[in-house]
């Protein structure tokens, strides 16, 4: 089992494919917006070409209106595994989605959360009214460590870790681990100003390859810009875009902005992770380090 970690554009995906082609691996992905189906410029997606040549799972296998959240990743995850194992091959876990790689590899045991909808309904409609920071500020006072791992827009996961608080105490106290993946974690750590130009590259990269014309697709669908699916970096966007709101190049400035941040926060939660043995792949090439601890 190998882990390939990082922040976004750091190279996680063209060096899981070489990883998987020398070792006659399968990729599975863990990011948390690629698992939806017509979302593949936008989220970066491998290629119909790159999934060719190396099999990838938990891509596309959601509809953007539909619920996907990380207990249930979890579950396809361990049983995608599972089938790897079977199968006598190498699998190599690759994605920036923290919250989705501490779940697979570390046991995080999120069955154990508990659940109330009243409760739930009423923190929504607190944060409708409010704002998502107003709500973050409040899990922030009483929770401080569950509130510094989750993105202060992420609305969905701020009101779900309120939820735990609220009926059973500060939800840090209640992670608690089941049985760990053992896996060889590699970090992509280029310096920032390398990253923060292959963002801005691979966001006017998305514009070439077609994102306005799959946001419009998305939105011809029904799809609302606040869906939790389509809170990938971007849409909101290219979708104000579309409706004239913004003009293209503010759309690609604000997108490459918000890509910065994520990738920020990113490497703060991986950080935290001191089983990671970190690279700067504009120094050093990572693979042949990788093939040797796994020979």
């Given amino acids: 089992m190998i882990a390939i970690v990082g922040p976004t554009a750091s190279g996680k995906s063209a060096l899981a494919m070489r990883a998987a082609e020398k070792l006659a691996g399968e990729i599975v992905s863990a990011d948390?917006?690629?698992?939806?189906?017509?979302?593949?410029?936008?989220?970066?997606?491998?290629?119909?070409?790159?999934?060719?040549?190396?099999?990838?799972?938990?891509?596309?296998?959601?509809?953007?209106?539909?619920?996907?959240?990380?207990?249930r990743y979890q579950r396809d995850a361990r049983a995608t595994l599972a089938q790897i194992r079977?199968?006598?091959?190498?699998?190599?876990?690759?994605?920036?989605?923290?919250?989705?790689v501490r779940a697979l590899l570390d046991g995080l045991e999120l069955a154990a959360l508990p659940h109330d909808p009243l409760v739930r309904a009423r923190i929504e409609a607190e944060a409708a009214g409010a704002g998502a920071a107003a709500v973050h500020a409040r899990l922030a006072a009483v929770d401080p460590v569950a509130a510094?791992?989750?993105?202060?827009?992420?609305?969905?996961?701020?009101v779900r870790y309120l939820e735990v608080v609220s009926v059973a105490g500060r939800i840090s106290d209640r992670w608690r681990r089941g049985p760990s993946v053992p896996a060889l974690r590699i970090?992509?750590?280029?310096?920032?100003?390398?990253?923060?130009?292959?963002i801005a590259a691979r966001v006017r990269r998305m514009v070439v390859d077609g994102v306005l014309e799959e946001a419009r697709g998305l939105v011809a669908r029904g799809m609302d810009p606040a869906l939790p699916s389509m809170s990938a970096h971007g849409y909101?966007?290219?979708?104000?875009?579309?409706?004239?709101?913004?003009?293209?190049?503010?759309?690609?400035?604000r997108t490459a902005r918000d890509v910065r941040a994520y990738s920020r926060r990113q490497m703060t939660w991986f950080r935290r992770d001191g089983q990671i043995r970190w690279f700067d792949?504009?120094?050093e090439d990572p693979l042949p380090a990788l093939l040797e601890a796994v020979a």
């Fill in 32 to 71: 948390s917006r690629q698992v939806y189906r017509g979302m593949d410029v936008g989220t970066a997606k491998p290629t119909l070409e790159e999934r060719a040549r190396v099999r990838h799972h938990l891509i596309d296998v959601a509809e953007p209106g539909e619920r996907y959240d990380v207990a």
């Fill in 187 to 198: 970090g992509l750590r280029p310096p920032r100003a390398w990253l923060a130009d292959a």
């Fill in 86 to 100: 079977a199968r006598g091959r190498a699998a190599i876990v690759v994605g920036g989605t923290g919250l989705y």
């Fill in 281 to 283: 792949p504009t120094v």
């Fill in 148 to 158: 510094s791992r989750v993105d202060p827009r992420n609305v969905r996961r701020v």
């Fill in 236 to 253: 909101v966007h290219w979708v104000a875009h579309l409706r004239g709101e913004i003009d293209l190049e503010t759309a690609i400035a």
